[in-house]
């Protein structure tokens, strides 16, 4: 799991508040002075582009582990005018806005991972990854992984909860939505994935029954646990409760089945289905905060973006806004 923060960006005060979280979040995580200033000027920059270009939006912070390295993630998300040429928006010197015309060119430069997927009058989204150290070339990752999970507006903390276990073999995924919202829903979603991570050395369908005695003193939750095998080229999946999941690639699409209920309450029916896993496909799970009616062929290219960004823009057009919400994206890395 990562730690994850919305802001709302629609004044100019706001700008300051995201760069000092974001600064603070980067002191935590072990960042030396150089990195955090670049962290800073990140989001700075990325606010203003959304004030002076779209007018309001959001910067979504949270924190990203990589081959045990800590680091921010940043993504931008506006429904403003879009971008017409992203590669002209790119070089120095360039403006719509009366501005020096810099801000993009910084964002990129500075950022180790820079993604921009943008349609005209639909808005904007970015993507920046920041390390506090630099991570190895030479170890090429075997999943590529793009998670937002934040709370219903107004809680402080969120019902819902997602976790992961990469090896070179396998992949265990699982996403959680505690019932309700609020501590008592974050104390379900969180005690799912105590078992998993003492239980991913078994199959989804052992962990999902394992889960639905622990959570018997608790709200219980929805719950779906994916397995990817990279050898054998497999997705082997069980869900109970309303986490929706679907598998999405240039040679077939198919929906995951869920069973009705609610694990550690009732759970009349506990199923595994393994379907075949095609590398150039994406894994789409998330909580009932995402509206089911997103379809990601309305975004031309998007399914080529990273996992992240996919991630964000069906939160930023599909959030149901009235509870908490997980969208899990995820990719064979290489």
């Not at 709302?8 to 002075?33: D, K, M, W």
């Not at 005018?81 to 501005?99: H, M, V």
């Not at 992949?171 to 998993?196: M, N, Q, T, W, Y």
């Not at 497999?234 to 869920?258: C, D, H, M, R």
């Amino acid at each position: 799991m990562s730690n994850s923060a919305v802001l709302s960006i629609s004044e100019p005060s706001q700008a300051g508040e995201a760069r000092r979280n974001a600064v603070a979040l980067a002191s935590s995580l072990g960042f030396n002075e150089t990195a955090k200033g670049k962290v800073a000027i990140v989001v700075t920059e990325i606010a203003n582009n959304l004030l002076q270009h779209a007018k309001e939006g959001l910067i979504l912070l949270q924190t990203i582990n990589k081959q045990n390295v800590l680091g921010i993630e940043i993504l931008s998300l506006d429904k403003g005018p879009g971008i017409d040429n992203i590669d002209e928006c790119l070089r120095d010197g360039f403006s719509t806005a009366g501005t020096p015309g810099n801000g993009l060119g910084a964002i990129f430069r500075l950022s180790d991972v820079f993604e921009i997927y943008s349609r005209p009058n639909e808005g904007t989204a970015i993507l920046s990854q920041l390390w506090a150290a630099p991570l190895s070339a030479s170890l090429p990752e075997q999943l590529e992984l793009g998670v937002v999970c934040l709370p219903k507006i107004g809680e402080e903390v969120s019902g819902d909860a997602w976790a992961s276990k990469v090896s070179q073999q396998l992949c265990l995924l699982l996403v959680a939505d505690g019932l309700g919202h609020g501590p008592l829903a974050a104390k379900a979603s969180l005690e799912a994935v105590r078992i998993f991570e003492e239980s991913n050395h078994k199959s989804p369908k052992e962990i999902v029954e394992a889960a639905h005695g622990a959570l018997r003193s608790t709200r219980g939750a929805a719950l779906a646990i994916a397995q990817i095998n990279f050898e054998q080229q497999s997705i082997s999946f069980t869900g109970v409760g309303n986490i929706a999941a679907s598998f999405l690639s240039p040679v077939k699409n198919y929906n995951l089945i869920s069973h009705n209920g609610t694990v550690g309450h009732e759970a009349r029916k506990i199923q595994e289905f393994t379907h075949q896993w095609h590398p150039s496909g994406i894994l789409i799970m998330h909580s009932d905060g995402l509206s089911s009616q997103w379809r990601l062929e309305r975004y031309p290219g998007l399914s080529y973006k990273h996992p992240s960004l996919i991630a964000g823009i069906l939160y930023r057009d599909f959030n149901r806004d009235r509870d908490d919400v997980t969208v899990l994206v995820a990719r064979e890395g290489g």
